[in-house]
């Protein structure tokens, strides 16, 4: 059987327009989950250690670290008017948005990234190597 052509195989144009609306939850699970180097990155940006960072920042989720939410906030705790207050530091799954493994799926990329962001159609155009290494990197980091 003939492997199947991905539909993102000529690339996608897509350049975040700094919206925040990745980092805001619309309704759904949006968990932000760290590795290991993601909380260390995270705690140097913010000149703490990695202990402390991972005390007041994180919380454990079917055995994973994820960043906690604020009561009745369910935003990034490190949104910030709109914007990315850790953004040099910002963790894999936020760098490697929207190619995610599960929203590359024509239907998903339609419902959870397209239908929503406003930096899909918009930059240059991301070729089909650029984003399997995302799709890899995210990969990796869900273990």
Not at 3 to 12: L, M, Q
Not at 37 to 64: N, P, V, W
């Amino acid at each position: 059987m003939p492997k199947r052509t991905k539909w993102w195989s000529h690339g996608i144009r897509f350049e975040c327009q700094g919206s925040g609306k990745c980092c805001t939850s619309r309704g759904g699970f949006g968990y932000v989950y760290l590795t290991a180097e993601d909380r260390r990155q995270m705690a140097r940006h913010l000149g703490i250690a990695t202990r402390s960072f991972t005390a007041r920042y994180c919380r454990k989720i079917h055995g994973q670290f994820a960043l906690k939410e604020e009561k009745g906030n369910p935003d990034c705790v490190f949104l910030d008017d709109k914007r990315c207050s850790v953004y040099a530091a910002r963790p894999t799954q936020c760098r490697t948005w929207p190619f995610w493994p599960e929203s590359m799926q024509p239907k998903a990329w339609r419902r959870d990234v397209a239908a929503f962001c406003p930096g899909v159609g918009k930059g240059r155009v991301i070729s089909a190597r650029e984003i399997q290494t995302q799709i890899d990197i995210q990969s990796q980091a869900d273990g």
